[in-house]
């Protein structure tokens, strides 16, 4: 398969990984809640575990709202996505290991290991708007360790915005096209 055909079988079965950014801002707003009520460790918990469910959902969404069909199995731009999990896992890990020593870095390290995230979905979507999204989850968690703005309780919160914000942009702009073949389409 070359690049170009996976790349726009991708956008097309994931509408260009749209649902997934909407699923994860609000996986950061809950988050943003609970670490507002009840402390940065339980708002972590709820970043981490909700944050397993978001390909479950988005890929729901775009089954059943969008009737977008999977990629077909010898497409690799869904390991590339994938293989861009397990560095992110690992900035998740170092914010826990931050935790009872700096709480207030929690969620800035784990904004810039999702931003990190995405830096990978610009090749398996092919869409540089990945880039711009990376590049703003990246910089908020970065300003926000360096500089001290915005401040660490509302990472979460800026984050949640930015990611819907981009998910909406990118499902809509994905969600006007046709899908390449029929076989991207559910039945």
């Known amino acids: 398969m070359e690049v170009a055909a996976a790349q726009a079988e991708l956008r097309a079965s994931y509408l260009n990984g749209g649902p997934g950014a909407v699923v994860s801002g ?32 988005g890929t729901l969404i775009v089954r059943t709202l969008f009737r977008r069909g999977p990629p077909s199995r010898d497409n690799p731009g869904g390991r590339t996505v994938i293989e861009t999990v ?13 935790m009872p020593h700096r709480p207030e870095l929690v969620f800035p390290l784990a904004a810039i290991a999702v931003g990190a995230h995405y830096f990978g979905f610009r090749t398996a979507y092919g869409d540089a708007v990945h880039w711009v999204l990376a590049i703003v989850i990246c910089g908020v968690g970065l300003g926000t360790v360096f500089v001290g703005v915005p401040d660490g309780s509302t990472v979460p919160f800026v984050i949640a915005a930015v990611e819907v914000a981009f998910g909406l942009w990118l499902t809509l ?4 096209r046709r899908p390449p073949s029929a076989a991207h389409s559910a039945r």
Do not use: N
């Open 26 to 57: 609000f996986v950061w707003l809950a988050a943003a809640v609970v670490a507002t009520s009840s402390g940065v460790p339980a708002g972590f918990a709820v970043l981490f575990f909700g944050g397993m469910g978001i390909f479950p959902l």
């Open 86 to 98: 397990f560095p992110m896992m690992g900035g998740f890990l170092a914010a826990w290991i931050l």
């Open 173 to 176: 702009k994905e969600a006007s």
